[in-house]
């Protein structure tokens, strides 16, 4: 696609219900990252992916989150037993080589979750 | 961790004048890439500009430029004749060039322009 992908763009959830948002990314990008943007914030990173592995995921704030990419390109960030502390933007971005730190992010909408 | 800081939660300027957004950063090493991403409502981080750590020129891209001052770590945004369409909130984001599947982000500017 001509851009990253993600939905719901909206979604309301109430505590102690599962989540799953999806990400998209620029076909033939390597490279897939989530991070989290509470209100007024700047994003914070969640984890990533080369293809399908999933190589940091020292950003999740805890074992409720899980994100998966099994086959290299589509990704999905569920959480489990929403709390109201989720509630955030959640935004995915790709890249499209692992190397090259100088290599920009494309970021997509995001989604925004509202726990009631 | 690195930290990035922007001091100014908030910024306003009249149309066609320049504006500066500040930002400083900290850390320990010596090669990394910084960046300004530009949010509009919409969501959606759009990037601006980006430096790398080595370069001492500073980027410079149509209205937008940076001064990149690696000694006192610090990388602020100059925005010429400011438009309309220049209103969003400013990230300022550091990147390593060790680890660089992070990107640490500031807190962000929101950016008013005046018509």
């Known amino acids: 696609g001509a851009g990253v992908s993600q939905s719901p763009r909206y979604k309301v959830a109430k505590r102690g219900q599962d989540v799953a948002l999806r990400c998209d990314p620029i076909s033939g990008h390597v490279s897939l990252f989530w991070y989290q943007q509470a209100l007024g914030q700047g994003p914070e990173f969640l984890t990533y992916?080369?293809?399908?592995?999933?190589?940091?995921k020292s950003g999740l704030p805890s074992d409720r989150f899980f994100a998966e990419r099994p086959e290299g390109s589509v990704s999905t960030l569920k959480i489990q037993r929403t709390q109201q502390e989720d509630s955030a933007v959640y935004l995915c971005?790709?890249?499209?080589?692992?190397?090259?730190?100088?290599?920009?992010?494309?970021f997509g909408d995001g989604t925004r979750l509202s726990i009631l | 961790a690195q930290t990035v800081t922007q001091s100014q939660p908030e910024m306003s300027v009249q149309e066609a004048e320049t504006v500066t957004l500040s930002c400083t950063y900290d850390t320990s090493e010596s090669d990394y890439y910084l960046f300004w991403y530009k949010q509009p409502p919409s969501r959606q981080m759009i990037l601006v500009i980006r430096q790398e750590a080595y370069k001492q020129q500073n980027a410079t891209e149509n209205r937008f430029s940076v001064n990149f001052q690696k000694a006192a770590k610090s990388f602020s945004l100059k925005i010429s004749d400011s438009q309309l369409g220049d209103a969003a909130m400013y990230f300022c984001?550091?990147?390593?060039?060790?680890?660089?599947?992070?990107?640490?982000f500031g807190s962000g500017t929101k950016l008013n322009v005046k018509p």
């Open positions: 971005a790709s890249s499209s080589r692992t190397g090259g730190a100088n290599q920009p992010q494309h």
């Open positions: 992916f080369q293809n399908e592995a999933q190589l940091d």
């Open positions: 984001a550091y990147r390593s060039a060790y680890n660089f599947n992070k990107f640490y």
